[in-house]
């Protein structure tokens, strides 16, 4: 029912800042918990942040706290996630995912409704 895609990621330095957007359609959206993922080849799919549908709550893994700022935009059908102080070890195909269960998604398990397709970020040293 909900399809969401990511955009904005590319290659920085680090040090630098990126500011990924997913765009999401489905008439459920604004009701939906938000959530960013990330994975890297041989790596399991890890918990980044995630957002309420009210912008009431958010969470964020303790690697990326006070670097990375989850927010979304019902009116527009968009979640962001802007991430600051960029390391290497953020290098990452970045995914949004979207699910009613606001509890589940906050976990942080990736067994959650919807996914995009991803976006790479990579950050040179």
């Known amino acids: 029912q909900v399809q969401l895609v990511e955009s904005g990621g590319g290659l920085v330095q680090a040090g630098a800042s990126l500011r990924l957007s997913c765009a999401a359609s489905?008439?459920?959206?604004?009701?939906?918990?938000m959530g960013w993922f990330r994975q890297a080849p041989g790596k399991e799919r890890e918990f980044v942040a995630a957002i309420t549908w009210s912008i009431a709550g958010t969470r964020y893994a303790d690697s990326v706290k006070g670097r990375f700022t989850i927010s979304r935009d019902n009116a527009k059908n968009t979640v962001y996630l802007q991430m600051n102080s960029l390391k290497p070890e953020d290098t990452n195909v970045y995914y949004c995912?979207?699910?009613?269960?606001?509890?589940?998604?906050?976990?942080?398990?990736?067994?959650?409704?919807?996914w995009g397709k991803g976006t790479l970020v990579t950050v040179s040293s």
């Open positions: 995912a979207a699910d009613p269960r606001e509890l589940l998604l906050f976990s942080g398990s990736p067994s959650v409704s919807y």
């Open positions: 489905g008439r459920t959206f604004s009701r939906y918990a």
